[in-house]
């Protein structure tokens, strides 16, 4: 079975983000971090926007440029025709927290009424079609994924965005209470894709099938390193 979104193997994660990029991120992440390394050790949380994540990803890729903020389905850009969203996601034993793929504001009203009717083919269209129409303008398309554990270590994996239109299939979209369930976005082993209605939004979690298999996932930040 086709899907949107497929992991990409370690090597290949690898050659995308560049042989220096573990190092890098190493120090840019002990740079931003070092000021809040007192309130961590006395057990204050810590909050860290989404952009921080991304100006790590970009500034440890060389020859990256950050086009985050809001300006477009991407966050940083490898040149004209290699695109990256970047997530950062804490991981659990058996899945991560969500992230947010697509999140089409302006149409809350009508995802209000066809979440009303049941209309899985209507809620496809407005968030999967929705999706996959503003990733496919990039040529290459992928999405990465930060998973941070409760030591606020780090590690990586990566997923590419094929080219091939999925069509709908109604067997494939899961009604729950706030929610649908989408089977054929990604393989539901390795992650889970949901259309939530007061959000108006398309969320991803990540599965342990991902985050603790080192065929997908290598190490990027130790965050014990600089003690």
Do not use: H
Not at 97 to 119: H, I
Not at 127 to 149: A, Q
Request: charged fraction near 25%; hydrophobic fraction near 35%; include cysteine.
């Amino acid at each position: 079975m086709a899907y949107y979104l497929t992991p990409l193997l370690v090597n290949e994660l690898q050659q995308l983000v560049g042989p220096e990029f573990i190092d890098k991120f190493q120090t840019e992440m002990d740079l931003y971090l070092q000021p809040y390394r007192k309130n961590v050790a006395g057990g204050r949380p810590l909050s860290m926007g989404k952009e921080l994540w991304e100006y790590a990803v970009t500034d440890s890729i060389t020859n990256a440029t950050w086009c985050g903020a809001g300006k477009g389905i991407a966050d940083v850009s490898l040149g004209d025709n290699i695109k990256c969203d970047v997530k950062s996601m804490q991981i659990g034993k058996k899945t991560t927290t969500e992230a947010s793929m697509y999140q089409p504001l302006a149409l809350q009203e009508k995802s209000t009424v066809d979440f009303g009717n049941k209309d899985k083919q209507a809620l496809w269209n407005l968030f999967v079609d929705g999706w996959f129409k503003k990733v496919s303008t990039i040529k290459e398309y992928y999405m990465l994924i930060i998973f941070r554990d409760d030591e606020l270590n780090c590690s990586l994996a990566g997923f590419k965005v094929g080219t091939e239109k999925v069509n709908f299939t109604e067997s494939d979209c899961i009604f729950t209470k706030k929610s649908m369930k989408v089977l054929s976005v990604i393989d539901p082993k390795f992650a889970q894709v949901k259309a939530y209605s007061g959000k108006t939004r398309l969320e991803i979690r990540i599965y342990n099938a991902i985050f603790k298999d080192p065929t997908y996932t290598m190490s990027i930040y130790n965050y014990g390193s600089d003690q």
